[in-house]
């Protein structure tokens, strides 16, 4: 089992920039393919951004590609989201996830464990 729990969310200015960081426990991160995903009010929760256990390979969703990059360090059991050039409509509770598998999983039903998420807010 893995518990995730993620923080460096925030208030920031359009334009600016944010890290977050998800620490996993256990001895297994190195196991799991990461995550992250947001939810806005009122929205479904949706993809932001996967990479494989061993890192080489990630994948974004369009709203963020060329703006947010995942990376993760297994040496710490973490996994980072650094956020670029910020929008308002990025503005929601993101949350770090966690899956057995040696693909790049990009759908909520994938993932087998969950952050209890972090709050960022972007104002115009």
């Known amino acids: 089992q893995v518990q995730l729990v993620e923080s460096g969310g925030g208030l920031v200015q359009a334009g600016g920039s944010l890290r977050l960081s998800c620490a996993a426990s256990?001895?297994?991160?190195?196991?799991?393919?990461m995550g992250w995903f947001r939810q806005a009010p009122g929205k479904e929760r949706e993809f932001v951004a996967a990479?494989?256990?061993?890192?080489?390979?990630?994948f974004y969703a369009d709203s963020v590609k060329g703006r947010f990059t995942i990376s993760r360090d297994n040496a710490k059991n973490t996994v980072y989201l650094i956020m670029n050039s910020l929008k308002p409509e990025d503005t929601a509770v993101y949350y770090c996830?966690?899956?057995?598998?040696?693909?790049?999983?990009?759908?909520?039903?994938?993932?087998?464990?969950w952050g209890q998420g972090t709050q960022v807010t972007v104002s115009p």
């Open positions: 996830a966690a899956d057995r598998t040696t693909g790049l999983p990009v759908t909520n039903k994938s993932y087998d464990y």
């Open positions: 256990g001895r297994t991160f190195s196991s799991y393919a």
């Open positions: 990479i494989t256990r061993g890192g080489g390979s990630t």
